[in-house]
């Protein structure tokens, strides 16, 4: 088995400061994702990597950007943080491209002041 | 393009009742794959069931669902909900062209009361 870990748990930042979130995996997996959860509107794709150093947008990457470091850590920067926002992000991870199942971490969640 | 509907945001029943928690999505791509996430407070999402063969049952931990390419559809069922139930639950579809990616419904929220 593995684990996902993403740090911090919790965000609180200032309107227009930069956040940044981080994501681990020991499941030795090549694909991650990003993913941002609000309520009544699903998971939604901001990121995500199919290998080291590969980086592909999702449909919701304006306002983010993303770093691949290695193979078990994928961050993800708020570029700007909007005022009032709260919502929580999720990291996850599969085997491969294609494979099926994704596995998701804990989560992030994140208040602007 | 791809799509998933979860028309329920809120699905609320009293234990003992059967759940059917609907999915209906849209896609060109005849081998279609659906699954269903369950998020629990306080946990990880996880997979619950997940299918891409037509009108076979698959079944987990109480839950079953049915592919149905016919219609579309993929819904979520259980026979007695219990208060443990109570969570959100995405259904997903495997993107045309087998990027890996899924698409997520909107998710449905199912409370269980006593």
């Known amino acids: 088995g593995g684990i996902i870990t993403q740090t911090p748990k919790f965000l609180i930042g200032q309107e227009g400061q930069k956040l940044t979130l981080k994501c681990q995996q020991n499941?030795?997996?090549?694909?991650m994702y990003w993913y941002r959860q609000d309520s009544g509107k699903g998971l939604r794709l901001i990121y995500y990597?199919?290998?080291?150093?590969?980086?592909q947008k999702g449909d919701l990457s304006e306002g983010y950007d993303a770093s691949r470091e290695k193979k078990s850590s994928f961050s993800l920067t708020v570029t700007s943080a909007q005022k009032n926002e709260m919502a929580v992000f999720l990291c996850?991870?599969?085997?491969?491209?294609?494979?099926?199942?994704?596995?998701f971490g804990p989560g992030t969640r994140l208040l602007v002041l | 393009g791809d799509s998933v509907t979860q028309k329920e945001g809120l699905v609320t029943l009293t234990e003992g009742l059967p759940v059917m928690l609907n999915c209906t999505y849209q896609?060109?791509?005849?081998?279609?794959?659906l699954f269903w996430y369950v998020h629990y407070l306080n946990e990880s999402p996880r997979l619950l069931l997940k299918?891409?063969?037509?009108?076979k049952r698959t079944e987990h931990q109480g839950f079953h669902a049915t592919l149905h390419k016919s219609s579309s559809s993929f819904h979520l069922q259980k026979s007695s909900a219990q208060l443990s139930d109570s969570a959100l639950y995405y259904c997903?579809?495997?993107?045309?062209?087998?990027?890996?990616?899924?698409?997520f419904g909107l998710g449905t929220t199912l409370q269980v009361q006593p």
């Open positions: 996850a991870s599969t085997p491969g491209l294609g494979q099926d199942t994704q596995y």
């Open positions: 499941f030795n997996h090549d694909t």
């Open positions: 990597s199919i290998t080291e150093n590969d980086l």
């Open positions: 896609t060109i791509y005849s081998n279609a794959f």
């Open positions: 299918s891409s063969t037509d009108n």
């Open positions: 997903a579809l495997r993107e045309t062209g087998n990027t890996g990616k899924l698409i």
